[in-house]
């Protein structure tokens, strides 16, 4: 295996979760009849430029498909998490009606919405058609396509260079982390600023997020590869922010390496250092990390089988990818996990992927009074918390795996 930007040997496993389907690849009663694809899910690292990566299987055309089911704008926090940002970016960078924005994984529209209602002319380029449709009724325009240099020099040819381009939680999902990348130092103007917001890799270390671990998760990031990466691409990292999001993420500020003039802050060195005291460019780091994931694996799979044995009623919310990574990891079927609740309409009527269970509205809950409510996306779980507390009313409980498994 070859590291998908320097090029090195790879040969320091990280993790093995075994096989798995695609984990947005969401089925209809009709294709439970027919078989799944499954694909080994290994994650190596790069001991040269210390970026963590997956071993390829699948084609990202495979993975991000026109059926794709993930809709940003079902989260409410996650809306908030947009304007609030949408907000920032316009006073630091004095951004106005003269300015252009471009969002690359631009989603169903949930962030250029805001862009949009201040009057600022703006793009988004969106790969998966479901998504890209749900944007364009908001009056977005949309670029159906995946970004690189092709697209970036494209846009640039047409008169769409950015002043700023935003990228959350797509820098892990491209293949060619390259070619991704040195797109932004074409696509941005003299004085333009990207913005990236991605999974910090400490955070997943430090908390065992290995359900984070998925085929469309080609990269694991920390900020001294990303570092490295962008360098090596014509960008140049100014500043970094420690987000709260996904259960800990960085928002990091790049330039153009030929024709950026803002100043590095100190949180970058701050960040840069965090990561080499606990070892992230360090073989040690990286050990130990199966033997965690393994012990959430079987918590979680021992209270299942406890709570059956006991005749005590389980079900689960949140139908996402996540999820489906710690349920197929474990070996979960309907057997154990009756039912999925999941506010998505796309996901409703349909089924997870390998574990095939069923996946409901938020009616269903209402009607079956679970005693427990597995969170699958435990990310949200103060939101979902929020939005489920009636459960409180029959004596429901919520539970957690990650970290560690916990009832409340």
């Known amino acids: 295996m070859k590291c998908r930007h320097c090029h090195a040997d790879v040969s ?21 009849r027919s078989p799944e694809k499954w694909y080994p899910l290994r994650v190596f690292t790069c001991t040269r430029c210390w970026l963590v990566q997956t071993e390829d299987y699948a084609h990202h055309a495979e993975l991000f498909d026109s059926e794709y089911a993930y809709f940003s704008s079902f989260s409410r926090s996650w809306l908030r998490h947009a304007e609030t940002y949408v907000g920032e970016m316009i006073q630091r960078f004095d951004l106005g009606k003269s300015s252009h924005v471009v969002e690359v994984a631009s989603n169903d529209g949930y962030l250029l919405r805001y862009v949009q209602a201040r009057g600022i002319p703006c793009l988004g380029i969106e790969p998966t058609a479901s998504t890209a449709q749900a944007a364009r009724e908001l009056g977005i325009e949309v670029r159906e396509e995946f970004f690189g240099v092709a697209l970036a020099q494209k846009l640039v040819a047409e008169g769409k260079a950015a002043d700023l381009t935003a990228a959350n939680n797509v820098l892990a999902h491209v293949p060619d982390i390259n070619d991704f990348v040195a797109g932004f130092a074409r696509l941005l103007k003299p004085q333009g600023v990207a913005t990236f917001e991605f999974p910090h890799l400490l955070r997943l270390v430090d908390q065992c997020q290995f359900d984070t671990v998925y085929h469309e998760h080609f990269s694991y990031l920390s900020l001294t590869a990303v570092r490295t990466i962008f360098a090596k691409n014509g960008l140049a990292i100014f500043d970094v922010q420690e987000l709260d999001t996904h259960g800990g993420s960085l928002r990091v500020f790049a330039q153009r390496a030929d024709q950026g003039r803002h100043e590095v802050t100190a949180a970058v060195q701050r960040v840069l250092d965090l990561e080499r005291t606990v070892g992230v460019a360090s073989e040690r780091y990286y050990a130990g990390f199966q033997t965690r994931a393994n012990r959430i694996k079987d918590n979680l799979l021992l209270f299942l089988i406890e709570a059956q044995r006991q005749g005590r009623s389980v079900g689960a919310y949140g139908a996402a990818a996540k999820g489906n990574t710690l349920l197929n990891y ?6 154990l996990l009756p039912w999925v609740v999941d506010r998505n309409p796309a996901k409703q009527d349909k089924y997870l992927p390998g574990s ?8 269903h809950l209402l009607r079956a009074r679970p005693e427990y409510v597995l969170i699958l996306p435990w990310n949200l779980r103060t939101e979902i918390m929020e939005q489920l507390s009636y459960i409180r009313s029959w004596g429901g409980k919520f539970v957690c795996a990650i970290p560690d498994l916990e009832v409340q």
């Open 12 to 32: 320091l496993l990280f993790l093995d979760l075994g096989t798995a389907p695609p984990s947005n690849a969401y089925l209809s009663e009709e294709q439970l």
């Open 330 to 335: 474990a070996g979960v079927r309907s057997s």
């Open 356 to 363: 095939r269970i069923p996946i409901v509205s938020e009616d």
